[in-house]
């Protein structure tokens, strides 16, 4: 079992950036694929992105498309959310979680970080 640490979340005024970072440990991160997922008070849970094992293909949900970029360093064992553009329904809190294959097409993610805040003021 992976365990996952997210942090790099805060308080930022709209159109501002954050960047998250996801540090695995327990267990190499390399062959698998990885994602970042959010949750607003009240509500599910919703997909944000997704990164191959290998880091060559990404994917977004649509409300991210353009303004956010994951990113991954197999070497340390990190993930990363660059976001740009901030807008205040971007508040939420963001949760790492690793795929049980490499590519995160097939199976839902098994492994879940504690999550990080971010907050988005207008």
């Known amino acids: 079992q992976v365990q996952l640490v997210e942090s790099g979340g805060g308080l930022v005024q709209a159109g501002g950036s954050l960047r998250l970072s996801c540090a695995a440990s327990?267990?190499?991160?390399?062959?698998?694929?990885m994602g970042w997922f959010r949750q607003c008070p009240g509500k599910e849970r919703e997909f944000v992105a997704r990164?191959?094992?290998?880091?060559?293909?990404?994917y977004y949900a649509q409300s991210v498309k353009g303004r956010f970029t994951i990113s991954r360093d197999n070497a340390k064992h990190t993930v990363y959310l660059q976001m740009n553009s901030l807008k205040p329904e971007d508040t939420a809190v963001y949760y790492c979680?690793?795929?049980?294959?490499?590519?995160?097409?097939?199976?839902?993610?098994?492994?879940w970080g504690q999550g990080t805040q971010v907050t988005v003021s207008s």
């Open positions: 979680a690793a795929y049980p294959d490499r590519t995160g097409y097939t199976y839902t993610p098994r492994s």
């Open positions: 990164i191959n094992w290998i880091g060559t293909t990404t």
């Open positions: 327990g267990r190499t991160l390399s062959s698998y694929a």
